[in-house]
């Protein structure tokens, strides 16, 4: 039971195993009327703590899966912590920081006041390594939002770095006195580089930049703004103004030139790596055929995600690269063949498994034509699924006989609808997955050529596919060299 005194505003935590520093996190929020914790399954004490201090526990994803992460997916799980809370007030922060007896007060203050000057306020910050404090620093001064009002209709955006997004027009910031204080132990400073290792790889992984000039913006121009700012004001001027003695070290301020550095270059490379062109450049250098550079292509848009089932596509299936991994998933590898190591040795033509409404996501790609019960293997695909799992996969269809043990058929849109259907799918998407009769035609003869010759011969291909599919849209989807399907 809450004081009568208490604070009138929910604070809001994301947790995985947080037991070692969610106690004194926690100890300073007491005097709160609500804290939610939105936990990832920990498997350490943290629910336990959590409930001990009051906290409303929440998951931050619907499965019991334990351990599981939301590192790119931070915007989606803060808002599923603010969905659960009851109060007009909302405070987020981690469960590695602790607010001061000030900090605390400063909202009461805000929160308990009946005509409040502002509906969002931000946050000075400061940094503490191993519990000193770092009284300058290059980004100094730095501010966060973390305390904001119902009513502003405020949401996060960013799967790495999440913030609030709101009509500051309509709801102009406030700035509080007091700070936010970010406590760095020795662990996180002796692998600094490693921590930011991680964010880089994540901040690549979820790198949307659409079109050219957003490209040239945000991931040339902004870049490269930020890296002179740091190297040629921020942090000679910091040095120069303050010294050395109680400023963030040297090396720390380097490490961060060097994490955006890296984001420029390779975010540049991620750019370029996602253009057509480069995928089919490169591909085609690799040896891959066009049918196989255009599944990658096709397959970008959707997510292996929660637990999934990886049917006969081997331990280094190179669709994993293309898939989005956003969310949190699980991988189990289904295979016939022993030899490639699978989780699950089983041929879905002679075996039923075990699992029952267990996986959220059943990736099926070129498998269905070397399977001679397909609407079998079908139905047992969708018994395992959950009921709003789904199943993606492609099959080819102007493609060589390839026996894998066997090539049993190929199939074409309807064909394909029938079985799904009959298999107990409901909600069933087919596209064709190709260009156009050109490129329907090289196909058949890509074999034969050399791979110099393909570089030459695919940018006359493209182009003539794309006249004759403007004046003949239907054309492209007449001549498919494979078709992915997307099943619930």
């Known amino acids: 039971m809450k004081a009568p005194d208490t604070i009138p505003a929910t604070v809001a935590l994301l947790t995985l195993n947080a037991a070692a520093t969610l106690p004194e996190c926690l100890e300073a929020l007491r005097n709160f009327q609500e804290i939610i914790v939105c936990d990832g399954n920990s498997t350490d004490r943290t ?10 526990v929440v998951n931050q994803y619907d499965t019991e899966e334990p351990n599981v992460p939301c590192a790119i997916d931070k915007a989606a799980v803060r808002e599923r912590a603010f969905a659960a809370a009851t109060l007009d007030w909302r405070f987020f922060m981690d469960a590695d920081d602790a607010l001061s007896k000030e900090t605390v007060e400063e909202i009461r203050r805000i929160v308990t ?4 000057t502002h509906f969002v306020w931000r946050m000075p910050t400061r940094i503490f390594i191993d519990s000193r404090e770092i009284l300058h620093e290059a980004t100094y001064p730095s501010y966060q939002t973390r305390l904001v009002h119902k009513k502003i209709g405020a949401h996060f955006k960013g799967p790495v770095h999440d913030r609030l997004i709101w009509d500051e027009k309509k709801f102009p910031i406030g700035t509080m006195q007091t700070r936010y204080d970010f406590h760095w132990d020795k662990d996180r400073v002796e692998n600094l580089r490693h921590y930011l290792d991680r964010y880089i790889a994540r901040e690549i992984q979820t ?3 659409g079109t050219v000039r957003n490209f040239l913006y945000w991931g040339v121009w902004f870049r490269l703004r930020v890296i002179a700012g740091y190297i040629l004001w921020r942090i000679p001027r910091m040095y120069l103004r303050f010294g050395f003695k109680d400023s963030m070290p040297l090396w720390i301020e380097m490490e961060t030139v060097r994490y955006h550095v890296a984001l420029f270059f390779k975010g540049i490379m991620s750019y370029i790596r996602s253009r057509l062109w480069c995928e089919v450049l490169v591909g085609t250098m690799q040896g891959k055929d066009i049918n196989r550079i255009l599944f990658n292509i096709a397959v970008r848009p959707f997510e292996a995600y929660g637990r999934v089932l990886d049917i006969g596509g081997g331990k280094d299936a190179s669709y994993w690269r293309y898939l989005s991994t956003r969310r949190w998933f699980r991988k ?3 295979d016939i063949d022993p030899s490639v190591s ?3 040795t089983a041929d879905l033509e002679k ?9 959220d996501t059943a990736l099926l790609f070129n498998v269905l034509e070397h399977l001679h019960q397909r609407p079998l293997v079908l139905s047992r695909i969708r018994r395992t699924l959950k009921g709003d799992g789904v199943l993606i996969g492609v099959v080819p269809f102007l493609v060589a006989v390839h026996p894998d043990p066997h090539d049993y058929a190929r199939m074409t849109a309807e064909e394909l609808h029938i079985l799904l259907s009959e298999a107990g799918f409901s909600r069933i998407t087919i596209e064709p997955v190709g260009r156009g009769p050109i490129m329907a035609s090289f196909y058949q003869s890509e074999f034969l050529w050399p791979r110099l010759l393909k570089l030459v011969i695919l940018p006359i291909v493209f182009t003539l596919d794309a006249v004759i599919v403007r004046l003949r849209p239907a054309w492209r989807d007449k001549f498919p060299l494979s078709y992915m399907f997307v099943a619930r």
């Open 342 to 344: 699978p989780d699950i």
């Open 207 to 209: 790198l949307e930049f």
């Open 47 to 56: 629910q336990d703590i959590a409930r001990e201090y009051g906290a409303t």
């Open 113 to 116: 006041d009946p005509n409040p």
């Open 351 to 359: 075996d039923d498994l075990s699992q029952t409404n267990h996986f």
């Open 332 to 334: 189990t590898i289904l």
